[in-house]
Nanobody, 119 residues
Framework: QVQLVESGGGLVQSGGSLRLSCAAS????????MSWYRQAPGKERELVAR???????NYPGSVKGRFTISRDNAKNTVYLQMNSLKPDDTAVYYC?????????????WGQGTQVTVSS
């Protein structure tokens, strides 16, 4: 049974930091690209960080330099270190696992963790 379980969300003041974790089970974690997405009320879900199975990372401009994604394949866990948080970062943060082989897309989602940044 595939599971992605996020943790580490909460309430933080503007300028503060949080570290999100996503513990994976039920699939070959090391062969999947792992991402963090977020969705604020009334907005579409957006990508905030991705780390490939090979360890390459990419970020959108809105979080670049503030957020850092990392993975520990021995622990089947992906992390998101969020620094210099802003009220606009308030959202539910979701963990995503993705593998595409021969055009077959295999994707899993976690249940989300709430991050609230107060001004």
């Amino acid at each position: 049974q595939v599971q992605l379980v996020e943790s580490g969300g909460g309430l933080v003041q503007s300028g503060g930091s949080l570290r999100l974790s996503c513990a994976a089970s039920g699939f070959t974690f090391s062969s999947y690209d792992m991402s963090w997405y977020r969705q604020a009320p009334g907005k579409e879900r957006e990508l905030v960080a991705r780390i490939t199975s090979g360890g390459s990372t990419n970020y959108p401009g809105s979080v670049k330099g503030r957020f850092t994604i990392s993975r520990d394949n021995a622990k089947n866990t992906v992390y998101l270190q969020m620094n210099s948080l802003k009220p606009d970062d308030t959202a539910v943060y979701y963990c995503n696992a993705l593998r595409v082989i021969f055009n077959i897309r295999d994707a899993y989602w976690g249940q989300g963790t709430q991050v609230t940044v107060s001004s």
